[in-house]
């Protein structure tokens, strides 16, 4: 767990992710079209990844990625953050965090 949380307070934005989840990938394009550049930690080509997945289900998160954080704060996982670009305040959220600037 606290290397998770470690991790997601380094960088404004950071995505914990697999390299074969669609999702994943798609969130994460998301946030550089909307001009973030997140910290992407893929669980499955990292030394730690199946400890720091259960501490991402441990904190909710269902299915265990794509797990967004922003301002070092977890977001939740794709729906959540679609959820938030659909209804405007994903873009706010990551101005608020200094993860964009405009």
């Known amino acids: 767990m606290d290397r998770v949380r470690d991790l997601a307070s380094k960088k404004a934005a950071v995505v914990f992710t697999k390299s074969s989840c669609y999702m994943c990938h798609s969130i994460t394009q998301l946030f550089y079209e909307l001009g973030a550049s997140p910290a992407v930690h893929e669980l499955d080509n990292d ?3 199946r400890e ?3 501490a991402l289900r441990s904190l909710g998160c269902t299915p265990s ?3 967004v954080f922003i301002g070092g704060k977890f977001v939740g996982s794709a729906k959540d953050v679609i959820s938030l670009h659909v209804d405007g305040s994903l873009k706010q959220k990551l101005k ?6 405009f």
């Open 96 to 101: 608020d965090a200094k993860a964009i600037w």
């Open 65 to 67: 990625v794509p797990a």
């Open 52 to 54: 720091m997945e259960w």
């Open 47 to 49: 030394a730690y990844g």
